[in-house]
């Protein structure tokens, strides 16, 4: 729906809960919109009953559209080029994909049809070929233990939702170095995260971030993922900055206990912020779609030595929509007479440069995280009222 939350504020205790989201449209303009808005109520109301977990699968409701194809390895420039070229050889068209790299480590959900009735791929051989070729593809690092490929119908689990599980299970939260790579800057520059432990009832996170799309989901994914309930949190966004605060206890009850469990938390959150910053340069392609197209346009980035960091592939009524954000294969930024010559190549019009992520974003200013929780602490209403909530479950 593309909506922005600017505040939140979520509070929870004796199986009751009340929630409240302030959000704007990509405009930042307050929603009007009453379809919109009975829509939002909709959805809602049918997801307020109880839904099993399904940490750890994939979709498994049968469907005609697409096959979804899961990805999970070590990154290396060209690998999603070389996914892409596979999948052309086998006459399997994307129709959808997102693709995901953090820390050497890669994750991709991709949905294809058959390109000769675009519908879904159903023959059992074909899908071991499909399987056991982008498995060899996947090999081509030097870490082969970790290799996965899911080949399965689309189910009701969350493309996005299901690549930060992935990328959990991928352990990218473990900084890895790598020779002539470039690494995410240390400092200042990364999410300010602190832990505090509030009267042996809660954990109290704080995080201050530079502010992006769809961040406060990521967090609470990610929180979900590692076993974690928020029961009361705040979340505020300024020009550039977010701060969220949330009180939380693992499933059995209990707070954060150990320092190796408060570290590793730290590390998922960190992980979670940075998995979909928008690092590189971005580039948007819109054109005709036709088979083998995103082989032929993620062939000429190897070619011209781009290495994708992120990507959202779509297709819809015939047209190609296509976000790529790119490095150079040192995770610096690209040469602009580079990025001339491939949208020479792909078409001027088609291929265009939307804007460059600052690859080292701006320091936050020098106020403290924990001073931001405590003036909030007791400036916020809702958080004066959390001494007087307490745990009946």
């Known amino acids: 729906m593309n909506l922005t939350i600017r505040k939140a504020y979520i509070s929870s205790d004796g199986g009751w809960f ?64 070389e996914v892409c070229a596979v999948l052309a050889d086998l006459h399997c068209n994307v129709v959808n994909a997102e693709i995901w790299t953090h820390n050497a480590r890669a994750a991709a959900v991709v949905h294809v049809t058959d390109d000769s009735i675009g519908c879904a791929i159903t023959d059992p051989k074909r899908l071991s070929t499909i399987k056991e070729l982008l498995c060899n593809v996947l090999k081509g690092s030097d870490d082969l233990k970790t290799v996965k490929t899911t080949l399965s119908a689309p189910g009701v689990m969350h493309r996005e939702r299901r690549l930060h599980q992935i990328m959990f299970a991928e352990r990218d939260y473990e900084r890895v170095e790598r020779k002539g790579v470039r690494t995410v800057e240390g400092g200042s520059s990364r999410p300010q995260i602190t832990l505090l432990n509030i009267e042996k009832d809660y954990t109290v996170i704080t995080m201050r971030s530079k502010d992006r799309p769809k961040l406060l989901f990521d967090i609470v994914c990610t929180l979900t993922d590692m076993e974690y309930v928020v029961f009361h949190g705040m979340v505020s966004t300024g020009r550039m900055e977010a701060y969220q605060e949330f009180y939380i206890r693992h499933v059995d009850g209990l707070p954060i206990s150990s320092e190796a469990e408060r570290v590793r938390v730290i590390q998922c959150l960190e992980a979670a912020i940075e998995r979909r910053a928008s690092e590189g340069l971005e580039l948007e392609l819109f054109t005709e779609d036709r088979p083998g197209l995103l082989s032929d ?34 995770g610096n930024p690209v040469d602009p007479k580079i990025i001339d010559s491939i949208r020479r190549q792909i078409g001027q019009s088609e291929l265009q440069v939307k804007h460059s992520s600052n690859l080292a974003s701006k320091p936050p200013n020098q106020e403290t995280t924990m001073g931001y929780f405590f003036g909030n602490l007791f400036k916020a209403r809702t958080f004066q009222n959390f001494k007087l909530i307490r745990s009946y479950s």
């Not at 409240?20 to 109520?41: A, C, G, P, S, T």
Request: glycine content about 8%; hydrophobic content about 35%.
């Open 18 to 81: 009340m929630d409240v989201f302030n959000v704007v449209d990509n405009d930042d303009n307050k929603i009007r919109d009453k379809e919109l808005i009975d829509y939002i109520q909709r959805r809602i109301e049918t997801s307020a009953g109880f839904v099993p977990s399904r940490r750890g699968s994939v979709g498994v409701m049968p469907s005609e559209e697409y096959t979804s194809i899961e990805l999970a390895g070590t990154d290396r420039p060209g690998l999603f080029s």
């Open 297 to 330: 346009i993620t062939r000429i980035f190897r070619e011209n030595s781009l290495c994708i960091k992120r990507a959202l592939i779509s297709t819809k009524g015939g047209k190609a929509k296509d976000t790529f954000y790119v490095t150079d294969v040192t």
